[in-house]
Each structure stands twice: as structure tokens, then as C-alpha cells.
């Protein structure tokens, strides 16, 4: 059934677990996703990201998320995440997706807000449902202590973490959904083991009442996300870990080049299933519908 952010993350704050987004950029993906929803009685969100467009064009992708969302038995948000510009977050308003997050994270604070606000209320003209980012999950570095063309040290990425005295302020000011924080997490596969800031997940979430939501998930350790989630991550986001997965299953199992794309699908399937699956359970998600 289709659903929005607060149709599965209010739930999830309140009992303490959290609900994971994996991207779909193509049908055998998304199917592998939902199976493994129905399968576990899970909440799921589904969805794309604006730098993913190359991969499965907004337009096309709507043509089957959707209508498989809503055939679900279980509750699907299919979400347009990290919207860098409007103009393709409203397109993705208009083409059905049940939320958006509009990232503006690099803008100045009060151009974020304001950006975050004037889209937040077009989201809720549609019915559905916004994330904003505050501070900014920025990709990861090939080492702990990257140095500028110049040889200067770069800057500590502790300044981009999120202000717990912002947080009030911005989820009030923008009446978004859910909050995307920056706590020592980041895009992509880690290279070196992240260090999340707990405390400051923890202040953040007892000083404002609005789902926080934990980018760059893959990678992380178990004990790190069951940590997060118990002191307040309601949203997870998984990529790296499904894309990886559905390619290591073809190579293994389609090293005959005389094979058609026929036969590499039920094993993509099934790979993105799994590790699917493997993280509901971690995020405590399972049997919660």
C-alpha cells in the first residue's frame, strides 16, 4: 500500500526502530525490495536520488514503483531522495512520489530554510511528506586527513555536523517531516571505520520531536546501527550495499558470457532480497505491520 514518511516513521520513533530506504534503479531491484518486505511484514521506503537519474530516468521509475507500492501488502513511501534542484522535486510531486527530501544542505542556514519551507509546503499541498538535511553528509574521504591541492589540511568535517541549537529551530521554521543529521556519517563505501557523534544523535533527538534519519548508512557496523536506532534514528538509507550485493551474485553465478540478461535477473533478485532482508532485521522493522 502506498504511504508517506509519517505513515511509517512516526511508529518507528516511537518504538524505537527504523524504517530502511533502498534505491531502486531498475525493476529487478524494486522487486527485489518489496519481496522482501512482504516476506518479513516490513515497512519499506523505495526510491531514487537526483545523482542515481542517470541510471533510471524519474519519469520511468515512476511507472512501476508506484503501482507496485500500491499493489504492496505491506505499507511502501516511494521517496525522491537527496532532490538537489525544484524543479525535479516537483516533477517527482507531480509524478506521484509520496515524499521528497530537497537537499539544501549546502546553501547558508536561513537560504536552507527558506528553500526547505517553500518546498515543504508544496509537498503538503500534495498530500505528501519532506525531509530537509541540517549540517551536511558530505561522500567519503580516501583518508582520515585528505590535504588541499596546496598541501593545507582539510577542513574538520566535525564543522559540517549537525547543531543540536539549530535543529529546534529549523524543524519549526520548515515544517519538514523528517530530519537527515550529520554525525561522522557519509556517502558511499567507507574507506576508513566511521565514528559516529552518539551523543550528539541523542541530544538532537530529545530536543526535537521530528524522525531523524541517518544517511550513508552502508557500511556501518551493526552495533553502530543498533546503537543509532536505540537513542533515536527512525530512517535509515541503504544503496551500496543492495547495488553491491545484485553484482557480486551475476558475476558468480553468470561468469558464461554466452548467457542472456534473462538468467542474471533472478540472481540480482534474489541478492538485493537478502541483503534487503539482512538490514530490516538489523533496523527492527521486521513484523512491525
Known sequence: MLANLNDVLVPARKNKYAVGLFNAVNLEMARGIIAAAEETGSPV??????????YGPLEDLSYFLIPMAKRAKVPVVIHYDHGLTYDKCIEALKLGFTSIM???STDSYEENIKKVKEMADIAHSY?????????????NPDSAEETLSDGEKAV???????QPEQAKDYAARTGIDALAIAVGNAHGAYKLPPKLDFERIDTIANTIPTPLVLHGGSGLSDSDFKRAIEIGISKVNIFTDINVAAVKAVVDNCKNVGKGMTEM?????????????KKMELFGSVGRY
Open 265 to 277: 535477473i533472478p540472481y540480482e533478485m534474489e541478492a538485493v532480497k537478502a541483503e534487503t532482508i
Open 156 to 162: 574538520d568535517p566535525s564543522v559540517y555536523y549537525t
Open 102 to 104: 530537497y537537499d539544501c
Open 127 to 139: 498530500g505528501a511528506t519532506i525531509e530537509g538535511e541540517l549540517g551536511h553528509v558530505g561522500d
Open 45 to 54: 521506503i523505495m526510491g531514487t536520488a537526483e545523482v542515481l537519474l542517470p
